[in-house]
C-alpha cells in the first residue's frame, strides 16, 4: 500500500513547495500524511461536491489545485463554502492536498507547459525567472576523501546548473586544528596540531533542499566536525518561475489563432483587446491571474499574451503593443487536473485515480 506521504513526497520533488508564493498554502491541508490511499480524487478547487465523489468512488485523498484554505480560519461551524468542505472532509476521514504555485512556477511539468503543449508552443523558457532559490555551499575536506563526499551531494540533488549536472569547484590549500578534550579525530591527535592537504568545495543546489543536503554532508565526511557555510544566492533560476513564452511552429494569422484557442483549450469566451499584428508567432502565457505579467511579456517581444482576470482598465495597458487574451480563470487552469492525473499515474499503479466529473467553476457565461 501507498501512504499520503509517498504520493505527496513524490509530487513535491516536481514541484517543490518552497517554490510557491508567499501567500499561497500548498501542501496537505486536511488529513493524516500516513493513512493508507484508498484512491484519489484530482480537481481543481476543493467544494463539497468533490468531497461528496470522493466518498462515492471511496478515495480518501482529493488532490487540488487551489488551496481550501489561503487565511487562517477562527471557527468551524459551517457559514462558509469553505468550512462546508473541510467539515465533510474531516467526517469522512478524506485529507485534501492543495499543489498551486509551485506547481505554476516550475517549467517542466508545470501548469504552463501544459497550456503550452496544447497550443502546440516550441522553444518554451520562464517568462518571469525567480531569483535567490538557489544556495551555494562551501566545505573542506581531505583531499583523498573529497569524491566521495561531492557523488553523495551529487545524488541528493546539488550541483546541478541548468542542463549540466555534477558541477562543482575545488582548490586545494592547507588546514590546520588542534584536537582537545574529548575529540576523537579521523585525523591527527589529541593536543597536537595538525596540517591536513584539503579541498576546498563548492556546488550550488536549490534552497529548498538544504536539509537534505547538509544532512548528505555531514554523513558522507569523514570528519568529526565538518566545516563549511552556507550563501544564498541571487542567481535567478530559469527553471523556475512564473508565466511561460514560446513560439508557435509558422506565423498563425491572428484571427484563426483565436478560434485555435477557444478549440484547443476548451474556453467558451475570451475577452481580448486589438489584434496590433495580422500573424502571431510569439505566445505568452500564464494560468490563472496573470495581469502582473504584461510588462514582462511585453518586454519579450510576445505577440499575444493569454492569461485571466484582467480588469477592465488592465486592458488599456496593451497599449496597442501586445494583445490581451482573457480566457478566464477556471479555463486557463482546468487541463491541470489531467496534468496532475498523467503525473501520478506514470509513478503509481496501485490505487486508483479520478479525474473529478464535478465542474467546480463559480462563472456562468449566457
Known amino acids: 500500500m501507498t501512504t499520503i506521504k509517498e504520493l505527496t513526497d513524490y509530487l513535491e520533488t516536481i514541484a517543490p513547495p518552497g517554490y510557491q508564493e508567499v501567500y499561497d498554502n500548498s501542501g496537505l491541508v486536511v488529513g493524516n500524511h500516513d493513512a493508507q490511499l484508498t484512491g484519489v480524487i484530482i480537481c481543481l478547487d476543493s467544494t463539497e461536491d468533490v468531497v461528496r465523489e470522493a466518498i462515492a468512488k471511496k478515495c480518501n485523498l482529493i488532490i487540488a489545485h487551489h488551496p481550501i484554505i489561503f487565511n487562517g480560519l477562527k471557527k468551524l461551524n459551517g457559514k462558509t463554502y469553505i468550512e462546508k468542505t473541510i467539515i465533510l472532509a474531516i467526517k469522512n476521514d478524506i485529507a485534501i492536498y492543495a499543489i498551486h504555485t509551485n506547481l505554476d512556477n516550475v517549467l517542466e511539468n508545470g501548469v504552463n507547459q501544459k497550456i503550452a503543449e496544447k497550443l502546440g508552443l516550441g522553444n518554451c523558457r520562464i517568462l518571469l525567472p525567480k531569483a535567490e532559490t538557489l544556495m551555494n555551499l562551501t566545505f573542506f575536506v581531505p583531499i583523498n576523501s573529497g569524491d566521495d563526499v561531492v557523488n553523495a551531494l551529487y545524488a541528493a540533488g546539488a550541483g546541478q546548473i541548468g542542463n549540466y549536472k555534477n558541477c562543482s569547484f575545488r582548490t586545494t590549500g592547507t588546514g590546520t586544528f588542534t584536537p ?3 575529540a576523537n579525530p579521523t585525523i591527527g591527535e589529541l593536543n597536537k596540531v595538525e596540517q591536513v592537504e ?11 533542499l538544504t536539509p537534505i ?43 484563426f489563432f483565436l478560434e485555435q484557442i477557444k478549440e484547443k483549450l476548451n474556453v467558451e469566451c475570451i475577452r481580448y483587446t486589438k489584434l496590433v499584428k495580422s500573424a502571431f508567432t ?35 495597458d496593451a497599449n496597442d503593443k501586445i494583445t490581451i487574451a482573457d480566457i478566464g480563470h477556471f479555463e486557463s487552469e482546468q487541463h491541470t487536473i489531467k496534468l496532475l492525473f498523467d503525473i501520478i499515474n506514470k509513478k503509481f499503479s496501485n490505487f486508483a485515480v479520478h479525474l473529478t466529473q464535478v465542474v467546480t467553476n463559480p462563472v456562468k457565461y449566457l
Open 282 to 316: 510569439k505566445v505568452a502565457v500564464c494560468g490563472g491571474a496573470g495581469s502582473f505579467l504584461l510588462k514582462q511579456a511585453i518586454a519579450n517581444g510576445a505577440d499575444i499574451f493569454i492569461s485571466a482576470d484582467f480588469k477592465y482598465h488592465e486592458f488599456f
Open 198 to 208: 584539503e579541498s576546498r568545495i563548492e556546488l550550488i543546489f536549490p534552497e529548498y
Open 213 to 255: 543536503i547538509l544532512k548528505e554532508l555531514m554523513a558522507a565526511h569523514p570528519y568529526e566536525e565538518v566545516s563549511y557555510f552556507l550563501q544564498k544566492l541571487e542567481n535567478i533560476d530559469n527553471n523556475v518561475g512564473a508565466g511561460l513564452i514560446g513560439e508557435l511552429p509558422n506565423p498563425t494569422a491572428s484571427d
Open 180 to 182: 582537545t578534550g574529548s
